[in-house]
């Protein structure tokens, strides 16, 4: 039950997201899809996934985003309008990634997969949450794809921190 | 919903205390009165405040946008409340215990944020569209040291559970499901032999179980003051060049609604350094051989007694912590934006990063 309140929450909001002009709007409806996801997280038994969500994508991401609009309207004019453009290629391409997913979801054979079959059973069992497992599997089992990640992020940092420098005119 | 109204009956209690002690400490300082009128010593006064606000006109500017400008103190006021729920009142009594509770805080009290911006951009003026600018950029920044802190007390701990966290740093250690053969050595350090796990009170207490805590709490502290918009930290409402930053159109129930949150910002984050650093719902009255002091002072767990005594030193540490923030207040100037972002990303996250790796290095004295 919770699980559709939720559902309903991300997609109204989402598609609310898609169809406003005022980018501002968007951003905050997007709070709205965001939240509603971390609470299907946790319906999952995912709560870490969901507090890492509302950390880096509410937290971090959608601030980001909504101090980028405040700062490049000026404050006296009309919120940021969005126009729509390319909507040909637009339509045809949403279309597909439709169809492309429609048809995925149906031949996936969803009934014998083993981890719906378990999915009734007390997940975490004696554990309190998904933490331990989770860090454990991190510094063991997908360690080199962490490590890479870490090593992006950090080339990123530099990056960021390249372009923001004043450059003196040799 | 018990727990809910608890909380909310708990956190206006000690809200109204706050403000009016708030008036009396600044008087005291600078060598005034302050309020004297209402009641025994003014002590009414911030309940009539209160009152007053009440009855005033809600008045919504009218080039707002609206939407926003009436969401906002809802959406603040609820990020705010929402990180009351992971804290553990005493031994047996807290409203949610997960088990990632400081994760979970941390990533709530973010949402804080979003609102702030939605206050400043909806009311559609100058000072408000800075003030939100300024504290969203002094929040972001300041979560990072204050983040860091956080995670050498975790790390030191080994738990995201306040509740763990809470039982780690007292008598009640073994009392706590899974940790029934765990023991506290006197600073952490098994090598010194000295057992401090049933002699509990101020050495079983973070700062005391890992001395370099002191440290992380001492930037925690300060961090705390600039997430909650606190002097030395108010530039975000500088009443001399922003009027009243981001709340500067609201009025009537709305204020007070901004008003509680921000005040119980103030209070959330004294719990949370209590809770990590300062010993939690533990006393700080050590057992001295057959005085038994600590034990005297702690009750017995989920009698009546466990739950007055845990929640009296859990409420008066935090009263101690928000002092000191009243008295910071009075006591220091307020910081220009550029001395703000010197002290947080080349003082505080430095410090705070050497921080965690001694606390790395601490916890491997402590197996």
């Known amino acids: ?170 | 919903m018990l727990a809910f109204l608890l909380t909310l009956m708990l956190l206006l209690g000690v809200v109204i205390v706050l403000a009016y002690a708030e008036r009396k400490v600044a008087a005291f300082m600078q060598d005034r009165l302050g309020p004297t009128e209402a009641g025994p010593y003014g002590s009414l006064q911030a309940v009539l405040d209160v009152l007053k606000l009440l009855q005033k006109e809600d008045i919504v500017p009218a080039l707002a946008d609206k939407g926003l400008f009436k969401l906002a103190p809802i959406l603040i006021f609820a990020a705010v409340f929402a990180g009351f729920a992971v804290i553990p009142i005493s031994p047996t009594l807290v409203p949610a215990g997960i088990g990632i509770g400081v994760f979970y805080l941390l990533a709530i009290i973010s949402l804080d944020v979003i609102g702030l911006l939605m206050a400043g951009w909806g009311s559609n003026n100058k000072y408000a569209m800075l003030g939100a600018m300024r504290s969203v950029a002094q929040i972001v920044s300041y979560e990072i040291p204050a983040g860091l802190a956080i995670l050498s007390a975790v790390m030191v701990s080994q738990s995201l559970d306040f509740q763990e966290i809470s039982y780690q740093q007292g008598v009640l250690m073994n009392a706590f499901p899974g940790m029934g053969y765990e023991t506290n050595w006197l600073f952490g350090i098994q090598a010194l032999g000295i057992d401090t796990t049933n002699i509990g009170g101020i050495t079983t207490w973070n700062i005391f179980r890992a001395p370099m805590l002191l440290v992380a709490f001492v930037i925690y502290f300060i961090a705390s003051l600039a997430e909650s918009n606190r002097a030395p930290f108010d530039i975000p409402e500088a009443e001399s060049e922003l009027v009243a930053g981001f709340h500067v159109e609201y009025s009537g129930f709305r204020f007070a609604v901004l008003f509680l949150a921000e005040y119980s910002m103030m209070v959330l984050v004294s719990l949370v350094a209590v809770i990590l650093f300062l010993g939690s719902w533990n006393t700080p009255l050590p057992n001295i051989g057959s005085v038994a002091l600590a034990n005297w002072t702690t009750g017995t767990i989920g009698e009546i007694s466990g739950n007055l005594w845990a929640a009296f030193w859990l409420i008066s540490k935090t009263f101690v912590l928000l002092f000191v923030q009243l008295w910071a207040r009075w006591t220091y100037p307020r910081l220009r934006v550029d001395q703000l972002m010197y002290l947080c990303w080349k003082v505080l996250t430095p410090v705070a990063l050497v921080v965690v790796l001694l606390a790395g290095v601490w916890r491997l004295l402590m197996i």
Not at chain 1, 8 to 30: H, K, P
Not at chain 1, 91 to 99: K, S
Request: proline fraction near 1%; include cysteine.
């Open chain 1, 1 to 170: 039950m919770l699980f559709y309140l939720f559902a309903l929450l991300a997609v109204l909001s989402g598609t609310y997201m898609v169809l406003t002009r005022n980018l501002l709007y968007a951003g905050f409806s997007l709070l709205v899809t965001l939240l509603s996801v971390a609470g299907i997280y946790v319906l999952l038994f995912a709560d870490f996934v969901a507090v890492t969500q509302l950390m880096v994508y509410v937290g971090g991401v959608l601030v980001l985003i909504l101090f980028g609009i405040m700062l490049s309207s000026r404050v006296h004019d009309q919120s940021v309008m969005s126009e729509s453009v390319n909507k040909v290629w637009g339509t045809v391409i949403t279309f597909l990634i439709l169809v492309g997913l429609c048809y995925t979801i149906l031949h996936a054979n969803l009934h014998m997969l083993p981890w719906l079959e378990t999915a009734d059973m007390d997940v975490l069992g004696l554990e309190k949450s998904t933490v331990h497992i989770i860090g454990i599997k991190l510094m063991t089992d997908f360690i080199v794809p962490f490590e890479v990640a870490s090593l992006l992020l950090l080339i990123a940092l530099m990056g960021a921190a390249y372009i923001a420098t004043d450059k003196q005119k040799v």
